[in-house]
């Protein structure tokens, strides 16, 4: 059974930064597509930042520069360094997995920016 657990999110003040990580089970990041993605209230989920079995990374353009996806396969944990955060980045950020059978989700996990 394949879970992604995603954990890290919270409250912080624009120009903060925070850091994502989603543990997977039951599959190997090294061998999948792995990406974030996010949702804010009332908008449809948006892809954030991919990164590939190997290695090569893709970001939104609302977040390059301020966001780096990066993966650590001992642990078999992706993560989102996530800095300079503006309000507009508040959303329940979610970890996907493309495996070639399926797609896999976390459940989420908020962000909030605000002062």
């Known amino acids: 059974q394949v879970q992604l657990v995603e954990s890290g999110g919270g409250l912080v003040q624009p120009g903060g930064s925070l850091r994502l990580s989603c543990a997977a089970s039951?599959?190997?990041?090294?061998?999948?597509?792995m990406g974030w993605y996010r949702q804010a209230p009332g908008k449809e989920r948006e892809l954030v930042a991919t990164?590939?079995?190997?290695?090569?990374?893709g970001y939104a353009a609302s977040v390059k520069g301020r966001f780096t996806i990066s993966a650590l396969n001992v642990k078999n944990t992706v993560y989102l360094q996530m800095n300079s955060l503006k309000p507009e980045d508040t959303a329940v950020y979610y970890c996907?997995?493309?495996?070639?059978?399926?797609?896999?989700w976390g459940k989420g996990t908020l962000v909030t920016v605000s002062s």
């Open positions: 996907n997995s493309k495996a070639p059978w399926a797609d896999y």
């Open positions: 039951g599959i190997l990041i090294s061998s999948t597509d």
């Open positions: 990164i590939t079995s190997r290695g090569s990374t």
